[in-house]
DNA sequence: TAGTAAGCGAGACGGTACGTCTAGTCTTCTG
DNA sequence: CAGAAGACTAGACGTACCGTCTCGCTTACTA
């Protein structure tokens, strides 16, 4: 039924999606969320508001769909040899996809919006956050590989591990761009890394010896 | 100049901005962010609209100041004994006070909203993020004197280490009560305090012989 | 282009013009002019506010076209069969209409606001009083079909002259009812067209003679 | 008691009263009665709100106040000789005094609002239009004494007359000001003047006869 | 000459209405 | 039927005045 069903009529014009989204995205830069309207964004495409409506039943569901492009554009995760690089490269990844005005902001705000709406919140998941979790857990699987981290036995623990990592990389870097409003550059994504990887009571002399640390995958943690 | 202006005229009533901030946080509760209205705030405070718009000149400056009371509320830094337990203690309770219905949302809002108005976000920081901070920086500098953590000659990569841990340890507990809608219990605070103090080389086994590790600050990391 | 403006999207709909209007003359009976609120008449009508708004840009504009419609209805300038019944009749009528609640107060703050309103005078005058007017110069032009006045050879004397005739009895009834805030009754308006009739000199003594006065339209001037 | 009652205290500032008026009279003139507001009126006379409040009790009554001076300083019934020069001279002088931006309008306005005050009203007609009419009843004694105008025996029926007749003048000369928005020059003053004495039946002829007839108070009226 | 009762400026207060804006729906005509 | 155009209901927005109030200060009469 599904196909046949829209047999009739005038088709959608695919045209006019992409002319919404890209409007979407263009009018999140200029003026933010608060002051993204829906008319605004139907004038910008070219649009009437029916067709807006008819596809997109909320601001915050539109909003979604037209970042969630812009982050699957960047989703990769190349192998760069070692943990730790694989970790600065996720880390810079990440922060350059909040950095750009239109995701961050936006991201931010339907997030907010998603706390009362839980439909909102599984649409924000499946499409954004998700997506960028597998990358973690791709690189994970790679470290245990490569014998930097060690096998994990009960699939439950692994999970919550993997949450855990991807709530402390995903975390860190959003506070450091949205709340803390300093950018994420190559020496914080080392000093990050660092810190991820051998903790507050390894990490904290090591950033000190700040030089050749970066290739020392192998550096001894506990060094207190 | 500041103490003898504002000499003439009848003097603002301090019952008002208190009947306002308090209202401000009721309807954060019932209504959440989206549906908070001025005007509703000030009918619930029983004072007039002007009223409120004589002192604040936006929803987002309002909601600063009313949720910045709460979370100076929870300020305090308690001696726990020990390095560990003293962060599990500062996540559980920026966790409780996150996953308070007035705070999360309305902050994950404001921040957003900050995004396009650096005014905005410099009172966001120094009413709500610099308070917290100084938590972590003085639990550091105990962890110091116990001799659990190095001393730190550099006062400038102190300070940029200081601003790394806190955007990590808020930034892990934001998301994961705002993005992965997960609460912060005491065992995702453990988990999470034994990843950032001994790192994903040294924790990521940790995690596993649950039982018996919250005590062992002396746990040997490089354990891979 | 006028006739061609407007083709596309949903038409106004009249239904909502007569309610805004039966409002609006209803909110003038209750309230007064002075009371009258935009949004009250939105209410009454059971229109939203943007409707009302759009389609007249003050409250001086759609009290004009609500009363006009009054004016309208009373229209109207019988064949009495001779000029001094002819006047009498037109100042009863006029005197009843501006006696009415919703029109006589509402034309004068709209007059006195059109003061400072050139586009407003025009619309007031086209929509009021030049429509009374007429009256006016029909009842002179039988007059002069009777004999009762000379012919005019020059027109824009003619003009003129119908001026200065509809500044005088319109003048005189609005005086009476807005300033003197006595009736326009039966008694008034013969006296009136008495004085119109046969001016000052021969009317003051012909009032004198009360009684018998009103069927002698053919009462001698001149009578001092 | 009335004259003991304020004793006591400071007394209340002449120069803030004079200040007060002027400033509304200025105000009415810039902004029109609607724009008037009372806060303007107090800051342009560099007084505070408080003060203005306590000595009038609405917008009206100071704008009553204010205009009635104007009024009085032009009230005066020079005799011109006969009773045609008479009437000419007191049409021209009320329609100076109305052409005036600050009176007309202004009076238009309160007169409107008057209509729900019977108090106001009163106010309006004791300091402003009974001391126009008794222009009218001057100039008519005067008449009566040359031999114009017939004596009257009956008290009330030239109480009457008299009114009728203030009705006719100021009536018309509001509404060729307010309504026709012409102004009132020499010309029509003569033509008005000429119907009030002679009646349409006579001076609708007069006014052809345009160049010498001024002068001519002697002009035969049922010229018909 | 000290009180004291009012007047005064300044400006905050509770209200009411304003005119504008946006959300989301509905109605009409055109392609 | 889809789409554009735009009118529609509903309701929050932030502003402007209203008329009242609360201050601290000034001024003149009175005891």
Redesign the pocket.
């Known amino acids: 039924m599904s196909p046949s069903a829209?047999r009739?009529?005038?088709?959608?014009?695919a045209e006019?999606d992409r002319a919404i989204l890209g409007a979407t995205r263009a009018a999140l830069v200029e003026l933010g969320w608060a002051?993204?309207?829906?008319?605004?964004v139907a004038a910008r495409a070219?649009?009437?508001?029916?067709?807006l409506?008819?596809r997109w039943a909320?601001?915050c569901e539109l909003v979604v769909d037209a970042i969630a492009a812009v982050f699957d554009e960047h989703l990769e995760a190349t192998d760069r040899g070692s943990l730790h690089a694989d970790v600065e490269a996720v880390v810079i990844r990440l922060g350059s996809l909040l950095e750009r005005p239109e995701t961050g902001t936006a991201l931010m705000a339907v997030i907010a919006e998603a706390m009362h709406d839980e439909a909102l919140r599984c649409r924000v998941r499946s499409a954004i956050v998700d997506r960028q979790k597998r990358l973690v857990m791709v690189g994970r699987e790679r470290a245990r590989l490569r014998g930097e981290l060690p096998r994990e036995e009960d699939p439950e623990e692994s999970a919550r591990n993997a949450d855990l990592i991807f709530d402390t990389v995903a975390g860190a870097v959003l506070h450091r761009l949205m709340i803390s409003a300093e950018p994420v550059d190559p020496r914080w994504a080392r000093d990050f890394t660092d810190l991820l990887l051998y903790g507050l009571t390894g990490a904290d002399s090591g950033g000190a010896a700040a030089g050749p640390a970066p290739d020392g995958a192998q550096k001894p943690a506990g060094s207190v």
Not at 8 to 13: A, D, I, V
Not at 35 to 40: P, R
């Open positions: 829209r009739t009529g005038r088709p959608r014009s006019a002051k993204l309207t829906l008319g605004d070219g649009v009437a508001k029916t067709t409506y008819r909320s601001k």
